[in-house]
């Protein structure tokens, strides 16, 4: 029997949720039945068969006492052809893979999901009914877009069924739908205690999906520290476990300037931290393309004409670097940024963003000009301006933009810039230009309903890094205790609960919803680096990555509860630990074995 997804939420109040799929499917119906499913279950894409064996790939027998349980397990050696001349085979091939890794290597056991001591488990020797096919049909041909898409462009739904017969069948416009769907597929299922067997237990599954926003980011900050690509990388995994599908790079400040540009070698000679914390051409290829093999895609930023600090590698083309004290020309320290009005400054960035856009290019359709905390005062000290009036200045940054913006369209690329290029400097973007909102205050919907493309990084909401105190140090004397008990700007941490809580679109006229494109949590890096960064980014990214995937409003458009919701949670914590991307715990062990009215707050 199927029950909806209405009755499937009144049920799991249990402590065993019906499907604990993370982000939550637009509507999804399951049943209660136990099916099976090992590696020899066949694969089609298109009536063709997709697992086949790579020379780098090999079955091993993972051998068992009882030999009944014998297991074939594949080792995963898919690695796709370099692109950027992306086939969707090649994509749908790793997505099958990942998948078949993540059930079947990676496997979630889930007892700390369950109450203690019970027996959550079927019965090994049940093991008749399996999953003997998947049968992956795409209805329509991907283009060049589909693996560089515009916001909106790019059909991500997918429609899977499970049924009781033991096949499987996945629908999608797009390869990237395939991906979201095997996602899915993946987290139908857990494995056995003993590790031979892994089985699903609400089959039937009717499942029909696609997201709501279609921009669902993270910002990886990589100036402030910086993270070898293998961090990268695995960010790039959590993304694509939680249906999200951008990584935008700040990739260059005034603290360190990584991103090497071989027409300029000294940017990294004199602005990286050291001479191995770099990217390469080659690192900057290979994160684009695997980005595009997992349905994400890598939009860079090099911020200006503010927060940038090349002093020392080509001087004379930036004011401010390093000044004291800091509070006149920027928000924290170093200060730097490009003068304006400068030829000079214009006859770099031709030969920086030609060096850098025809490269990115073929994998991406944006490129991020950055323009936050831009301030007049720099322009005080540039000895050609002596002014920080800033009705003088306007036109001086708008040909500065337009210089910039210019080159991004082009490189055939759409650009991105933060909102106070436009809210606070009146500037004009070019056509279909996206704002990046992050000073909350109705700015999104202030810029929405003005007719631009938004996304929503409102640090009340999204700043990951918020809420855990000041890292800049205090001076002796008086502020000590001004400013005691030393908490940063924009306190306090985002929880999941506030994270869940917000939608980029309330309060939006609703003309001006579709404008609002989605959202990215930033995750500034000031005081994160990769011994801590999985932990700072998850879950809670993927709880915004919830919300702009299904909303926060369930069908009958009541707010999710967190009984319903947190549950879920744990689990897609669990599951993504057991994928390498080591999450923040959200509650206590023992709430994650009961029920969650067991573990509810008190009314006051
Ligand atoms: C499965 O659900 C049906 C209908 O709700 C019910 O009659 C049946 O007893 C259930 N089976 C099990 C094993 O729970
Ligand atoms: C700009 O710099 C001057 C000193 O030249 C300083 O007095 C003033 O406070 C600064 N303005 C801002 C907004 O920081
Ligand atoms: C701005 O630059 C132009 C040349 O590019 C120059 O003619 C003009 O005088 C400059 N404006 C100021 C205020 O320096
Ligand atoms: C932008 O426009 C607003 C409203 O017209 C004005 O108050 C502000 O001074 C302008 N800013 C600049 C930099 O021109
Ligand atoms: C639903 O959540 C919003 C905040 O996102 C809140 O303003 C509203 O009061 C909630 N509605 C109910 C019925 O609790």
Redesign the pocket.
């Known amino acids: 029997m199927l029950s909806s997804v209405l009755k499937a939420a009144a049920l799991a109040l249990a402590v065993t949720p019906a499907s604990a799929i993370w982000p939550i499917p637009k509507t999804i119906s399951t049943g209660n039945s136990t099916l099976f499913i090992d590696q020899t279950v066949a694969v089609t894409y298109n009536g063709k068969p997709v697992r086949k064996f790579h020379p780098d790939s090999h079955f091993l027998y993972q051998v068992a006492k009882d030999s009944i349980y014998a297991q074939l397990t594949y080792a995963v050696g898919y690695t796709p052809p370099p692109g950027p001349n992306f086939k969707s085979s090649d994509i749908v091939q790793g997505g099958v893979e990942r998948a078949f890794s993540a059930i079947f290597q990676d496997g979630l056991v889930p007892w700390m999901l369950r109450e203690r001591g019970s027996d959550f488990e079927p019965k090994q020797r049940d093991d008749t009914k399996r999953i003997a096919k998947l049968t992956i049909t795409q209805t329509e041909e991907d283009d060049e877009s589909t693996f560089k898409p515009v916001a909106g462009s790019l059909d991500e739904s997918y429609s899977l069924k499970v049924g009781l017969d033991g096949e499987a069948t996945l629908k999608a416009a797009s390869s990237t739908g395939v991906l979201r769907g095997l996602e899915t597929f993946s987290q139908l299922f857990y494995k056995h205690s003993s590790g031979l067997t892994f089985y699903t237990q609400h089959a039937p599954y009717d499942i029909e999906d696609e997201p709501l926003y279609p921009h669902r980011g993270i910002l990886m900050d990589v100036s402030r520290h910086w993270f070898p690509l293998e961090d990268i990388k695995r960010q790039i995994d959590g993304l694509a476990m939680n249906k999200m599908n951008v990584l935008h790079l700040h990739i260059t400040d005034t603290q360190s300037w990584p991103l090497e540009v071989p027409s300029l070698p000294k940017l990294t000679e004199k602005g990286a931290y050291a001479p191995h914390l770099t990217f390469s051409p080659a690192d900057i290829q290979d994160l684009y393309e695997y980005g595009v093999h997992r349905g994400v895609q890598v939009i860079m930023e090099i911020d200006m004409p503010g927060h940038v600090g090349i002093d020392q590698a080509y001087p004379g083309l930036t004011v401010a670097f390093n000044k004291q004290p800091y509070q006149w020309y920027c928000a924290q320290p170093p200060c730097g940024s490009f003068k304006l009005?400068n030829?000079d400054v214009e006859d770099f960035l031709d030969t920086l963003l030609d060096d850098i856009l025809a490269r990115i290019s073929p994998y991406t359709a944006y490129f991020h000009t950055g323009g936050d905390e831009y301030k007049a005062n720099n322009s005080l000290i540039d000895p050609?301006?002596e002014t920080n009036d800033v009705q003088?200045l306007q036109p001086?940054l708008q040909r500065f933009l337009t210089h910039v913006h210019d080159k991004v369209v082009e490189h055939g690329l759409t650009p991105f810039v933060w909102e106070e290029m436009v809210l606070e400097w009146n500037a004009t973007v070019p056509e279909g230009a996206v704002i990046q909102s992050w000073l909350g205050e109705g700015a999104v919907k202030e810029l929405a309903e003005n007719g631009h493309k938004v996304v929503d990084s409102s640090y009340n909401f999204y700043y990951l890094d918020c809420g855990r105190g000041q890292w800049l140090d205090f001076p002796n004397g008086k502020s000590w205790q001004t400013f005691y008990p030393f908490t940063d700007w924009c306190q306090p941490t985002k929880s999941w609960r506030l994270i869940y809580s917000h939608d980029p679109r309330d309060g939006v006229a609703d003309e001006a919803k579709k404008n609002v494109i989605g959202g990215e949590c930033p995750v500034w890096a000031e005081t994160i680096d990769p011994a801590t960064l999985d932990g700072l980014v998850w879950p809670r990214a993927g709880v915004a990555g919830e919300v702009w995937w299904s909303g926060n409003v369930d069908a009958q458009g009541n707010n999710r509860t967190h009984y319903e919701v947190r549950p879920r949670l744990s689990e897609q914590r669990e599951r993504m630990l057991t994928r390498g991307v080591k999450g923040s715990v959200i509650t206590q062990q023992w709430c994650d074995m009961n029920k969650p009215e067991d573990c509810g707050h008190m009314e006051q």
């Open positions: 009005n030829t050609a301006l003088i001086m």
